[in-house]
């Protein structure tokens, strides 16, 4: 069995900001992490991936995200927000061997104030 | 190169009436999947299919049918339209070999079919 969360249902930060998104796991064998992001009306769009090796992963925009295992996170993190950064986040998840489905948070609604 | 193509954009059924939301990609990929995206849910797996030929559920399949003729279609079909079905449905397609799921290729998404049953 597989599961992602996201325990915050919206983020709120000023333009310029750094901002964080928050993630964690469970599941089983090796994770493969995944964020995208959704905008208005349209289908989403793959941000960036944890597959093994470095636990700072970098991705499209200028965001990152920190894989712990530790504590099973892997959050979405960037310097520096943007008002065009607004938008909905997607933390995705499978499990390694022969799982062949990719489990979905609930999605993080980040609003950039200018 | 239109990547991941779903028709149509909006639906409004009654409720009993049956119908086909259609999905298409043009990447050649082994693994297809229907999302329903529903508020405070997030996304949620209906069925998948990792080649012509082969499918099975998600979490959510029930009054949902799927089958996988060829490699570039995946149509979702909705036998007796319900209420609780109101929905934005999402097809998604990723590489991988006939009968597996890649492990580092990410889903392409379609931009979704908005379903209203009444």
């Known amino acids: 069995a597989q599961s992602v969360a996201q325990p915050e249902d919206q983020v709120n930060v000023a333009e310029g900001n750094p901002l964080t998104v928050k993630c964690t796991y469970s599941?089983?064998?090796?994770?493969?992490l995944f964020w995208y992001v959704q905008y208005p009306n349209r289908g989403l769009q793959f941000l960036l991936k944890?597959?093994?090796?470095?636990?700072l992963v970098k991705g499209s925009y200028g965001f990152e995200a920190e894989f712990n295992k530790s504590q099973t996170s892997f959050h979405l993190k960037k310097p520096s927000a943007l008002v065009s950064d607004s938008a909905l986040y997607f933390c995705?998840?499978?499990?390694?061997?022969?799982?062949?489905?990719?489990?979905f948070g609930t999605g993080t609604k980040l609003q950039v104030i200018p | 190169n239109a990547g991941v193509t779903q028709t149509p954009k909006f639906q409004v059924l009654k409720t009993g009436q049956s119908m086909t939301l259609q999905c298409a990609q043009d990447?050649?990929?082994?693994?297809m999947s229907w999302y329903r995206q529903d508020p405070g849910m997030g996304l949620r797996l209906i069925h998948y299919?990792?080649?012509?030929?082969?499918?099975d559920q998600g979490e959510v399949p029930n009054g949902y049918n799927v089958s996988r003729s060829t490699t570039e279609d995946f149509p979702l079909r909705l036998l007796s339209a319900a209420p609780s079905q109101t929905s934005v449905y999402f097809c998604?397609?990723?590489?991988?070999?006939?009968?597996?799921?890649?492990?580092?290729?990410?889903?392409?998404f379609g931009n979704g079919t908005r379903l209203t049953v009444t």
């Open positions: 998604a397609s990723s590489y991988g070999r006939r009968g597996y799921l890649s492990y580092n290729s990410p889903l392409h």
């Open positions: 599941v089983s064998g090796n994770p493969y």
């Open positions: 944890y597959i093994t090796g470095d636990n």
């Open positions: 995705a998840g499978r499990a390694s061997g022969g799982y062949q489905k990719v489990t």
């Open positions: 990447m050649n990929h082994e693994y």
């Open positions: 299919s990792v080649g012509a030929g082969i499918t």
